[in-house]
């Protein structure tokens, strides 16, 4: 079976902080994905990555960064975490033939 | 700028009653998917659709893709309980998916 894990399945941190979620798929999958879900939003995509080092914005990539030094991890960076920030964040990896598997996901809650 | 709607948003239905949930989506793709997800839960995958015409059937759950009415539909035969949770049906538009808004199914006793 595939597995994505995350780091951490609930975070709070405080304003202004700078947020590390790690992300780590043990099937050799080129394409990594961070995604948020909000209420009444659904899943919306953050960053995606094609290979190590390479990375696409997706739709809402304000507010973050990402890192991919290896192909197993994937890294999703708040630089300076804000309120707004407040959400779950879902990570996913993508098989071959197209099949998005996702981590657990991580509750963050900006305070 | 791919679109993807779910339809109904709320379903709220009876144990033993059948029902569809619908997914539109704007633009051309051969590929679609259903997840399913609950409270507090990441997403599971439900099932892969991957041309026009298919269909796939998990238990009581059937999911069509009608790709030149951009549509795919997800029906549940005789709900239980069990079936509770919300779903997600995504459309593939080059190795990154857009997910409809999600349909949150309750099934009552």
């Known amino acids: 079976d595939v597995k994505v894990t995350q780091s951490s399945r609930y975070l709070v941190k405080r304003t202004g902080e700078k947020v590390f979620l790690e992300c780590v798929q043990d099937m050799d999958h080129e394409n990594m994905f961070w995604y948020r879900q909000d209420p009444g939003l659904g899943l919306r995509l953050i960053y995606f990555?094609?290979?190590?080092?390479?990375?696409e914005k997706g739709d809402i990539p304000e507010g973050y960064s990402v890192s991919r030094e290896k192909k197993e991890r994937f890294s999703l960076i708040l630089e300076s975490a804000s309120t707004n920030q407040t959400s779950m964040y879902l990570c996913a990896s993508l098989s071959d033939p197209y099949e998005q598997y996702f981590g657990p996901g991580t509750r963050l809650t900006v305070t | 700028e791919l679109k993807v709607e779910q339809n109904p948003l709320f379903l709220s239905m009876q144990e033993g009653k059948n029902y569809t949930i619908y997914c539109n989506y704007s633009?051309?793709?051969?590929?679609l998917y259903w997840y399913r997800q609950d409270p507090g839960k990441s997403l599971e995958s439900l099932f892969v659709l991957l041309s026009n015409g298919a269909v796939k059937q998990e238990g009581r759950l059937m999911a069509s893709l009608d790709t030149k009415a951009r549509l795919s539909t997800l029906h549940i035969t005789a709900a239980v309980h069990d079936l509770s949770a919300t779903y997600f049906c995504a459309v593939d538009s080059g190795s990154r998916l857009t997910f409809g808004e999600g349909t949150q199914l309750t099934v009552n006793p």
């Open positions: 633009t051309t793709s051969d590929r």
């Open positions: 990555s094609y290979d190590v080092k390479m990375k």
